[in-house]
């Protein structure tokens, strides 16, 4: 029962991981939550199923393409979503945009693709087994995004350019960084993070457009827990709660493991409402 | 006689009155409105989806030939979308814009649940094939007809086959967190009880868990002996099925329809997982233990096969029961007129109308018109073009 715990609880955390990192991308470049993070989760799931499974193209093109279907929505995103309410951050109007982008995303995709789940493509033609590859798939996706983000971030003059628009985007353009390029990039990213994520999990979690909703919500839960733009932060908060969802599945099962997980994470966010890696911020009075 | 301008202006606008009041006669060729109300998009859409092939092939039929007493039967469809809301306008602008003269539908019970009490308030009468219990009562909705079973039917069913006939007296009954789910598993599992089973194991879960294995562990701890699952969603009801596949557990899986699926089959992680599964389905639209269909669903399925309409993709009963239900408005019609009550008093004495889905009756006291007899569980692994096998135990009756 722990082995199934721990395997299960890891690779549904990573992909919840994963969609953090998605929101904490675009956060970093703009301040603002997007919405629309589980729904490049979704979509990941869905253009896979829809580019290997339904029109035959090879594994390897499938999943270029469900990345570029993802960080084209994250580009969408940006510009539909994000940029006209960028000048009036104070009054939260991105939750409004982000979540009628995300809706609209959503419901198409249920019109033109299926309300009913569907099946996703096993891209390893190997035996099924205990610690299976849709179990695994999504803890290699998480590994390989947190690596390539530290190598993008610390090594590369792309990923200094990404930090100083997280830092201070004022003095960034006062530089001479082409703000404007670099948030539509951060995007981007977070799109093929996001696509990343349902891919890796398009096993577990089906081709399902229903996905969106839920990803959304439990995706926000790493942001909130491990702190707003926090990466690190969002991984292990991602990672705690899959497990502490598994344990509850199988400790008091039903309808009660949600009840347990929220009340939870309410119970930190009361005791630190900065999440368990932020820090206080000082504010000038 | 002479007239004065002020008697003549009177009796000018007593006419126009009188014309204004008057209730426009019904021509003998004007068409009969009937309101349909199919989920044929969202996540309900693909039984609706189902239904609608017999709907539409049925009126297409009777329209070609030559209509009810000459009148042609026009069909005014507004998709619910699987959402209670759109189906309560959908009902009002039926009734209230289209005065149609009788609805068909909704055809999933969520939706059926607001829409019932309306019409019965609008005073039109209704046939639908929902399940659940109290979506007909002939005293509440006395223009209320069912043409399908109840919850209490299906359970009934599903119950007598696990403990009866497959003699399992240790049960799990899971479902998913969804009104039908709930009420599926609160009135089944006393009825289980009543029959002297044990249900040793009972939840509701929500159905977009991607991981089930708690769950089915559970069951195997608790010593279930056949598992009841009560959904309509395929993804949560396969991820049943692969789990006991995975765990090699090889216990039944007996319940809802759905269990036997097109959507639910193409979801398994193997083939094979699919046996031992034994879904609800209707006796008239199954394969009996000669391999054939009975005859008159053999004729029904040879007409829809020279319509070129696909069963390979749905359920035959789902397009059974649509195409019945615009002949059972026809024959009442037909034989009584297009009244609201003349419909109604006809119904109400309906014995055993030969329909493909089931043999129909009601009376004044009983408008669920399904026969307990033809409730039966099938084989999930016999799916061929919408039609199953008859679960072993039922013999060749």
Same mark, same amino acid.
């Given at each position: 029962?722990?082995?199934?715990?721990?395997?299960?609880?890891?690779?549904?955390?990573?992909?919840?991981?994963?969609?953090?990192?998605?929101?904490?991308?675009?956060?970093?470049?703009?301040?603002?939550?997007?919405? +629309?993070?589980?729904?490049?989760?979704?979509?990941?799931?869905?253009?896979?199923?829809?580019?290997?499974?339904?029109?035959?193209?090879?594994?390897?093109?499938? *999943?270029?393409?469900?990345?570029?279907? &993802?960080?084209?929505?994250?580009?969408? +995103?940006?510009? #539909?979503?994000?940029?006209?309410?960028?000048?009036?951050?104070?009054?939260?109007?991105? #939750?409004?945009?982000?979540?009628?982008?995300?809706?609209?995303?959503?419901?198409?995709?249920?019109?033109?693709?299926?309300?009913?789940?569907?099946?996703?493509?096993?891209?390893?033609?190997?035996?099924?087994?205990?610690?299976?590859?849709?179990?695994?798939?999504?803890? $290699?996706?998480?590994?390989?995004?947190?690596?390539?983000?530290?190598?993008?971030?610390?090594?590369?003059?792309?990923?200094?350019?990404?930090?100083?628009?997280?830092?201070?985007?004022?003095?960034?353009?006062?530089?001479?960084?082409?703000?404007?390029?670099?948030?539509?990039?951060?995007?981007?990213?977070?799109?093929?993070?996001?696509?990343?994520?349902?891919?890796?999990?398009?096993?577990?979690?089906?081709? *399902?457009?229903?996905?969106?909703?839920?990803?959304?919500?439990?995706? *926000? #839960?790493?942001?909130?827990? &491990?702190?707003? &733009?926090?990466?690190? &932060?969002?991984? #292990?908060?991602?990672?705690?709660?899959?497990? *502490?969802?598994?344990?509850?599945?199988?400790?008091?099962?039903?309808?009660?493991?949600?009840?347990?997980?929220? +009340?939870?994470?309410?119970? $930190?966010?009361?005791?630190?409402?900065?999440?368990?890696?932020?820090?206080?911020?000082?504010?000038?009075? | 006689?002479?007239?004065?301008?002020?008697?003549?202006?009177?009796?000018?606008?007593?006419?126009?009155?009188?014309?204004?009041?008057?209730?426009?006669?019904?021509?003998?060729?004007?068409?009969?409105?009937?309101?349909?109300?199919?989920?044929?998009?969202?996540?309900?859409?693909?039984?609706?989806?189902?239904?609608?092939?017999?709907?539409?092939?049925?009126?297409?039929?009777?329209?070609?030939?030559?209509?009810?007493?000459?009148?042609?039967?026009?069909?005014?469809?507004?998709?619910?979308?699987?959402?209670?809301?759109?189906?309560?306008?959908?009902?009002?602008? !039926?009734?209230?814009?289209?005065? /149609?003269? /009788?609805?068909?539908?909704?055809?999933?019970?969520?939706?059926?649940?607001?829409?019932?009490?309306?019409?019965?308030?609008?005073?039109?009468?209704?046939?639908?094939? =929902?399940?659940?219990?109290?979506?007909?009562?002939?005293?509440?909705?006395?223009? =209320?007809?069912?043409?399908?079973?109840?919850?209490?039917?299906?359970?009934?069913?599903?119950?007598?086959?696990?403990?009866?006939?497959?003699?399992?007296?240790?049960?799990?009954?899971?479902?998913?967190?969804?009104?039908? @789910?709930?009420?599926?598993?609160?009135?089944?599992?006393?009825?289980?009880?009543?029959?002297?089973?044990?249900?040793?194991?009972?939840?509701?879960?929500?159905?977009?868990?991607?991981?089930?294995?708690?769950?089915?562990?559970?069951?195997?701890?608790? @010593?279930?002996?056949?598992?009841?699952?009560?959904?309509?969603?395929?993804?949560?009801?396969?991820?049943?099925?692969?789990?006991?596949?995975? !765990?090699?557990?090889?216990?039944?899986? =007996?319940?809802?329809?759905?269990?036997?699926?097109?959507?639910?089959?193409? !979801?398994?992680?193997?083939?094979?997982?699919?046996?031992?599964?034994?879904?609800?389905?209707?006796?008239?639209? =199954?394969?009996?233990?000669?391999?054939?269909?009975?005859?008159?669903?053999?004729?029904?399925?040879?007409?829809?096969?020279?319509?070129?309409?696909?069963?390979?993709?749905?359920?035959?009963?789902?397009?059974?029961?649509?195409?019945?239900?615009?002949? !059972?408005?026809?024959?009442?019609?037909?034989?009584?007129?297009?009244?609201?009550?003349?419909?109604?008093?006809?119904?109400?004495?309906?014995?055993?109308?030969?329909?493909?889905?089931?043999?129909?009756?009601?009376?004044?006291?009983?408008?669920?018109?399904?026969?307990?007899?033809?409730?039966?569980?099938?084989?999930?692994?016999?799916?061929?073009?919408?039609?199953?096998?008859?679960?072993?135990?039922? @013999?060749?009756?």
């Amino acid at each position: 029962m722990v082995e199934s715990i721990v395997l299960s609880g890891v690779a549904i955390g990573c992909i919840y991981a994963l969609i953090g990192i998605a929101y904490n991308v675009m956060f970093s470049a703009s301040r603002v939550f997007s919405f +629309t993070a589980g729904t490049l989760g979704m979509l990941g799931g869905i253009l896979g199923s829809l580019f290997i499974l339904r029109m035959g193209m090879p594994i390897w093109f499938g *999943f270029i393409l469900a990345l570029a279907g &993802g960080a084209l929505l994250g580009v969408v +995103t940006e510009i #539909v979503a994000v940029r006209p309410v960028l000048k009036s951050l104070d009054q939260h109007l991105y #939750v409004l945009s982000t979540l009628a982008l995300a809706l609209i995303v959503q419901q198409y995709t249920a019109i033109e693709w299926s309300t009913e789940p569907q099946p996703f493509p096993r891209i390893f033609d190997v035996a099924r087994g205990g610690f299976d590859q849709q179990l695994w798939l999504p803890m $290699v996706a998480c590994a390989i995004t947190i690596v390539g983000l530290e190598v993008l971030y610390r090594h590369t003059l792309l990923g200094h350019a990404f930090l100083a628009i997280a830092e201070d985007n004022y003095a960034a353009r006062a530089l001479g960084l082409p703000e404007r390029n670099l948030r539509m990039a951060s995007y981007a990213l977070a799109g093929a993070i996001g696509a990343l994520a349902g891919f890796a999990g398009g096993q577990m979690l089906l081709a *399902f457009f229903a996905n969106a909703p839920l990803l959304t919500f439990y995706g *926000f #839960v790493p942001v909130a827990l &491990g702190g707003m &733009g926090n990466n690190r &932060g969002a991984v #292990v908060a991602g990672l705690i709660l899959g497990l *502490f969802q598994q344990a509850a599945n199988f400790l008091v099962g039903g309808i009660f493991a949600s009840v347990a997980v929220f +009340t939870v994470f309410i119970i $930190v966010l009361l005791a630190r409402p900065d999440g368990l890696a932020g820090a206080s911020v000082g504010r000038r009075v | 006689m002479s007239m004065t301008r002020r008697q003549a202006l009177k009796s000018a606008g007593a006419a126009t009155i009188a014309g204004c009041l008057a209730k426009p006669a019904i021509a003998a060729n004007d068409p009969i409105l009937i309101g349909y109300l199919p989920a044929l998009t969202g996540p309900s859409s693909s039984t609706g989806i189902g239904i609608n092939r017999g709907v539409q092939m049925a009126v297409q039929e009777i329209n070609a030939a030559g209509g009810v007493g000459g009148r042609q039967i026009e069909l005014i469809s507004r998709d619910t979308q699987s959402d209670p809301t759109k189906a309560v306008n959908g009902a009002a602008e !039926l009734t209230k814009g289209h005065k /149609v003269n /009788v609805v068909v539908g909704p055809i999933n019970s969520g939706e059926a649940i607001p829409v019932v009490p309306l019409l019965a308030r609008a005073n039109v009468p209704q046939l639908h094939p =929902c399940w659940v219990d109290q979506l007909a009562d002939a005293k509440k909705y006395p223009l =209320c007809f069912r043409n399908g079973p109840t919850n209490q039917q299906i359970g009934g069913a599903a119950n007598r086959y696990v403990v009866e006939v497959l003699k399992k007296k240790k049960v799990a009954v899971i479902s998913d967190t969804t009104g039908y @789910g709930t009420a599926s598993v609160n009135a089944y599992v006393p009825m289980l009880k009543t029959m002297g089973a044990e249900v040793v194991y009972q939840s509701n879960v929500d159905a977009a868990n991607p991981d089930l294995k708690p769950e089915i562990l559970r069951m195997q701890a608790a @010593g279930a002996e056949a598992i009841m699952p009560w959904s309509v969603n395929a993804g949560f009801l396969s991820r049943i099925i692969n789990t006991r596949g995975q !765990l090699a557990w090889d216990v039944p899986i =007996c319940g809802q329809t759905t269990l036997g699926s097109g959507q639910t089959k193409a !979801l398994l992680d193997k083939p094979e997982y699919w046996n031992k599964v034994y879904p609800n389905n209707f006796r008239p639209v =199954c394969y009996g233990a000669n391999g054939n269909l009975p005859d008159r669903t053999k004729a029904f399925v040879d007409r829809l096969r020279s319509a070129k309409i696909d069963m390979s993709d749905t359920l035959l009963w789902w397009i059974a029961v649509g195409y019945d239900t615009p002949h !059972l408005i026809a024959q009442a019609i037909k034989n009584v007129g297009a009244e609201p009550e003349k419909i109604v008093g006809y119904w109400n004495k309906l014995k055993d109308f030969p329909g493909v889905y089931g043999d129909i009756s009601f009376t004044p006291d009983e408008h669920n018109g399904y026969p307990d007899k033809q409730i039966v569980m099938v084989e999930a692994n016999s799916l061929k073009e919408g039609a199953f096998n008859l679960a072993p135990g039922y @013999g060749a009756a």
